[in-house]
C-alpha cells in the first residue's frame, strides 16, 4: 500500500516536471514568454525590450542587455517609489534573457542568458556580495535560442533552452532557490 503511494507520488512530480519544461519548450516554439505551473516569478521578453518583475517585498526590477551584450538593472528604491538608474551586472550574452524569482527564504531573483561559447550562464541577487549581486556563473551547454525559465512543484527553477539538434536541453536546481543543478537532459 506505501509503494503504491510512493509510486504515485513520484510519477505526479515527474508529470508536473514534464509540464514546467513543456512550458519552456512551449515558449521556445511561441517565441513568447513561457507561462509556468505557477507564472508569477517567471518572465521572459526579447532583449532590446526591459523585463519587469516584481521582488518579493513589491518592488520592480528592471533588466535588459545593452548594445556590448552586457546586462543592465534597475530597480524601485521603494514599492511604489521611484527607479533608480541603470546599473551594469556586467556579462556578455548574445540571446535575449529570462529571469525567475528564487522561492527561497531570500526570494532573490535570478537572470539567465547564453553568453560565449554559447553556454548557459546566470548571475543572482545575493545580499552578501558587493552590490548585492553574484558574479556571473556558467551552467555549460551549447545552445542557439533564448533561455525559457519555468518552476518544478518544490518550486526549483527549471531553465531551458534549444540546443543546435533543434531539441530542447532544460536544467534544473537541486532544491527551490540553490543548487547544484542537474545535469542537462
Known amino acids: 500500500m506505501l509503494s503504491n503511494r510512493v509510486n504515485r507520488l513520484g510519477r505526479a512530480r515527474g508529470l508536473v516536471l514534464a509540464a514546467a519544461v513543456a ?31 516584481s521582488n518579493c517585498d513589491g518592488r520592480v526590477e528592471n533588466f535588459r542587455i545593452g548594445d556590448n551584450g ?18 551594469s551586472l556586467g556579462g556578455s550574452l548574445v540571446y535575449d534573457i529570462a ?6 527564504a531570500a526570494c532573490t531573483l535570478e537572470v539567465f542568458g547564453i553568453g560565449g561559447g554559447n553556454a548557459m550562464h ?19 551547454g551549447y545552445l542557439t535560442t533564448k533561455p525559457n525559465v519555468g518552476y518544478a512543484t ?31 537532459y
Open 23 to 53: 512550458v519552456c519548450v512551449a515558449g521556445m516554439i511561441s517565441g513568447t514568454a513561457a507561462a509556468a505551473p505557477r507564472a508569477e516569478g517567471a518572465v521572459t521578453a526579447p532583449a532590446t525590450t526591459p523585463i519587469s518583475i
Open 154 to 184: 518544490d518550486l526549483s527553477i527549471v531553465v531551458c533552452a534549444w540546443g543546435p539538434d533543434h531539441i530542447s536541453h532544460c536544467k534544473r536546481q537541486a532544491s527551490a532557490g540553490s543548487g547544484p543543478w542537474s545535469d542537462w
Open 99 to 104: 529571469v525567475a524569482r528564487n522561492y527561497n
Open 70 to 87: 552586457a546586462l543592465w538593472h534597475q530597480w524601485q528604491v521603494s514599492p511604489g517609489g521611484p527607479m533608480s538608474g541603470w546599473h
Open 122 to 140: 546566470h548571475i543572482w541577487q545575493s545580499a552578501g556580495s558587493p552590490g548585492g549581486w553574484s558574479n556571473w556563473s556558467s551552467l555549460g
